[in-house]
């Protein structure tokens, strides 16, 4: 889809339909009022899967944004920013503290005990594994934090800890309905940027700290976002 030549292109890289839910209602409200047209392009998937382990974190947001441009006809010089949101999951959580569960958990391989501060695997082998992709993940997250540009257009990296519905409800959901069910209740009760960041901030869940500190230092369970700087960072872009 071309734009018209007044408009400019912001990315925003999300995992999951529940995180593209979320954010719309946010964005548009922040953009209602600019005098300058943007459209937002919100895109899906977690890009550092195993299966791009081997590629340089930059470099595998690089082609992502080549994707959306190629999907939605974009030039380059349309796209005034990407922001990239993502779910921490246990990236974070100590190598000792992944065990395998004694009973059977029918709907996922994996979940986290908040109360022990464990995270429990069906087997040895998905522990195994679990624990190598987070290690993945966690270094490509780290070689992003502090960049402030991908393929010489600016970049901005923000998270949810352990997930956006764990930050908005206390809870990880497994069920990709489920997480849907807490935006949904989420942006109801709280339907502006300010109802947003006012949650966050009387419930201590904002990161203050750079490059991640207050997560980094850390046992990998905190509650915990930085996704007020994305909204700061757009009204100010947009004003």
Known sequence: MAITEAAKVIIIIVEGDNDAELLQQYVDELTRHSRTQYHFEITMGDIFGDKNRRSKAPNTVQKQIKSVMD???YKKSDIEKVYQVVDIDGCFVKQGDFLVAEKDQSSTQHCYDFVHDKVMCTSERHKVNLKQS???KQHR???LVDINSVWSL???LTYFSVTSEHVLSGYVKYVQDDKLDVVEQFTTEFPT???FIRFLD???LIDTTDSWQQLKQGN???RLTNINKLFQD?????E
């Open 141 to 143: 997250l780290l070689e």
């Open 134 to 136: 987070w290690t993945a």
């Open 234 to 238: 757009i009204e100010k872009l947009v």
């Open 220 to 222: 990998g369970f905190l």
């Open 154 to 156: 600016p970049y901005a």
């Open 193 to 195: 940027v300010s109802a």
């Open 71 to 73: 999907r939605q006809k």
């Open 202 to 204: 009387s419930n201590s």
